[in-house]
């Protein structure tokens, strides 16, 4: 099986790769840019890390705004932090950019007044729905974000996860073959890779 994680230049997805082939050590695993790379493999994941506005324009710079649409489509597909802003409508972000419109919703900025921004650390989180890519791991598990932006799903029926930081917010969707979390699987010990496990063997 071949997993293609998306690098069009924006953050640590080394990491991530690591810990796929952690564990998936008979598959092939690889980093591309490029769109039929990603378009012929099995599954896909989408990591990010940075500024919305950056990353939609490297996207696009890269070819690859088209390519990760069908992806989200056709087979089974993981967002990561931005990986999973990008997927909404818009954002507040950069003075307001407009993400992938596969999602409907908002990406907005946590009130500063109350909170310390950026949201950094760990954080339970609540499964909402019962998902494939929960599988032996226990609600309110813990789980590693670092993140000034948060989304606002339109759609309430996509929401998996949630986490509570002042207020309750989305931290995980799931729709079809897609699944997206705010916080870093890669970055949150045994939870995190078995959460890695259920998509390498996830029948979407």
Partial sequence: MSIAIVDY???NVRSVQKAIEHVAPNDQVFLTDNAKLI????????????AMGACMQALNEHGLVDVIKQATREKPFLGICLGLQLLFDHSQENGGTDGLSIIPGDVVKFDKSEL???????NTVKQDIDHPLWHNIDDNARFYSVHSYYVKEADHSVVAGSTDYGIDFTCAIAKGNMFAVQFHPEKS???GL???TNFVNWKA
Avoid: Y
């Fill in 116 to 122: 310390k921004i950026p949201h950094m650390g760990w």
């Fill in 189 to 191: 010990q045994h939870d």
């Fill in 9 to 11: 230049g924006m953050g």
């Fill in 39 to 50: 378009s012929e493999a099995d599954r896909v994941v989408f990591p990010g890390q940075g």
């Fill in 194 to 196: 078995q959460l890695l």
